[in-house]
């Protein structure tokens, strides 16, 4: 079922999984990526879904502030007395997930979530599915 579309996402819940689903198609994350994430957000709590697949495998180059557009939302969508454990999968490319990795040695900047959800870098939506299923 699509639960928000516009050119650039999509946000589709699929029943079968209990997982939402947000597929991003622009080449850079944008004004309209951070309406799109904190829609899904919402969903999750509004929807007690506990499983959220980010598409964001695109053609572009890792950007420094990429982390920040990814982890600072869940810090601040997510109520910290939430109690349900929440799972989300970021598909990138694999430059972005090497960017990911090397940025994630520099404590200094690192945004870290909340302890209640778990987050984790994929270059295979399927190893990102898969890991959802398993959660």
């Known amino acids: 079922m699509t639960l928000f579309s516009t050119p650039e996402a999509t946000l589709i819940f699929n029943s079968a999984s209990q997982t ?9 994350l944008s004004v309209s990526f951070e309406q799109a994430y904190q829609r899904a957000l919402q969903e ?3 929807q007690n879904v506990d499983k ?3 598409d964001l495998k695109r053609n572009a180059p890792p950007t420094e502030d990429e ?3 990814l982890l600072q939302p869940l810090i601040t969508a997510l109520p910290a007395h939430h109690n349900q454990p929440l799972y989300i999968a970021a598909v ?4 972005q997930y090497q960017h ?4 994630y040695s520099s404590a200094a900047s690192q945004t870290v979530p909340p302890a209640h959800i778990e987050f984790n870098y994929f270059t295979s939506r399927r190893d990102a599915t898969a890991w959802l299923s398993e959660n």
């Not at 939402?20 to 850079?28: D, F, G, I, N, Q």
């Not at 990911?100 to 940025?103: K, L, P, T, Y």
């Open 52 to 54: 959220l697949l980010l």
């Open 67 to 69: 982390t920040e557009h």
């Open 92 to 95: 990138v490319s694999e430059g």
């Open 44 to 46: 999750m709590l509004d």
């Open 100 to 103: 990911q990795i090397a940025s």
């Open 20 to 28: 939402l689903h947000l597929s991003y198609k622009a080449t850079r």
